[in-house]
């Protein structure tokens, strides 16, 4: 069993940059493929960024592609996402996500995933 606790969230002027953190404790993440997700008000919860137990490869929703980092650091059991160039479509409650064999055609689906974190409120201002 894994918790995912996730922490940065906050305000930030539209072109600003943020960095969230997602701690894991209870196992180990090296294992499990991990990703980020995010849900407006009134909008379907939406993938955002994956990468694979190794870290070596990574996949983002083009609505973030070039602005967003998605990384891990499986010794320290944290997972990342650096944001630049932030926009107000980009205000969102961010979730971290663990998941077992999650294949890079399905990344995107939130069922795939087995371990969630309660979420940090990203807000950007025009």
């Known amino acids: 069993q894994v918790q995912l606790v996730e922490s940065g969230g906050g305000s930030v002027q539209a072109g600003g940059s943020l960095r969230l953190s997602c701690a894991a404790s209870g196992a180990s993440i090296e294992v499990y493929y991990m990703a980020w997700f995010r849900q407006a008000p009134g909008k379907e919860r939406e993938g955002a960024a994956w990468i694979i137990p190794g870290g070596t490869y990574t996949l983002y929703a083009d609505s973030v592609k070039g602005r967003f980092t998605i990384s891990r650091d499986n010794a320290k059991n944290t997972l990342n996402l650096q944001m630049d160039g932030v926009t107000p479509e980009d205000t969102a409650l961010y979730y971290c996500?663990?998941?077992?064999?999650?294949?890079?055609?399905?990344?995107?689906?939130?069922?795939?995933?087995?371990?969630w974190g309660q979420g940090t409120q990203v807000t950007v201002s025009s």
């Open positions: 996500a663990a998941g077992f064999g999650v294949p890079a055609v399905q990344w995107f689906e939130a069922r795939r995933y087995n371990y």
